[in-house]
Antibody
């Protein structure tokens, strides 16, 4: 059974940093591209970042470019999102998802940026 | 980047009626189009992938059609549990952007 478990969210002040983690199981992690999707309170789904299966290619939405860094450790079956210079508009539930169409979703991790 | 649009923004339907939701891509995504359903407080649930293939466990009242730039999600007879927000998503090219969503509510 595919499982994606996000962690690392919390309350952070504007300008602060957080590192999100996503622990994956139930599939061959190293074979799949992985993605981060977020959803601000009461808003739609926003595609944030992606990383290829070997980590060689990455993508960032303009809204996070230069502030967020996606990475992965295939030996630990874990995906990361390092977030810095956080803004109030980064407040959202962050989900990690795999592959192309997103059949499996975790519970997400809530990031709240507020003073 | 491919821009996804959805219409209408809100669709008011009576239980038992048919609902037709539209999704448009700014350029061709072939059949690499998925539909998701999301209820308040829950993660999205995959309904359709490949534009027309139902995901595991999805009832037959949900159907998808289209290719290229124009897509449709049809719910043949709305049940109470179908009132939710529906998103389309292209996965032909990074970024795998979502449409803004269609809220289906009770008429």
């Amino acid at each position: 059974e595919v499982q994606l478990v996000e962690s690392g969210g919390g309350l952070v002040q504007p300008g602060g940093s957080l590192r999100l983690s996503c622990s994956a199981s139930g599939f061959t992690f190293s074979s799949y591209a992985m993605h981060w999707v977020r959803q601000a309170p009461g808003k739609g789904l926003e595609y944030v970042s992606a990383i290829s299966s070997n980590g060689g290619s990455t993508y960032y939405a303009d809204s996070v470019k230069g502030r967020f860094t996606i990475s992965r450790d295939n030996s630990k079956n874990t995906l990361y999102l390092q977030m810095s210079s956080l803004r109030a508009e980064d407040t959202a539930v962050y989900y990690c998802v795999k592959a192309a169409y997103f059949q499996h979703w975790g519970q997400g991790t809530l990031v709240t940026v507020s003073s | 980047e491919i821009v996804m649009t959805q219409s209408p923004a809100t669709l008011s339907v009576s239980p038992g009626e048919r609902a037709t939701l539209s999704c448009r891509a700014s350029q061709s995504v072939s059949s690499n189009l998925a539909w998701y359903q999301q209820k308040p407080g829950q993660a999205p649930r995959l309904l359709i992938y490949g534009a027309s293939t139902r995901a595991t466990g999805i009832p037959a009242r949900f159907s998808g059609s289209g290719s290229g730039t124009e897509f449709t999600l049809t719910i043949s007879s709305l049940q109470s549990e179908d009132f939710a927000v529906y998103y389309c998503q292209q996965y032909n090219n990074w970024p795998f952007d979502f449409g803004p969503g269609t809220k289906v509510d009770i008429k």
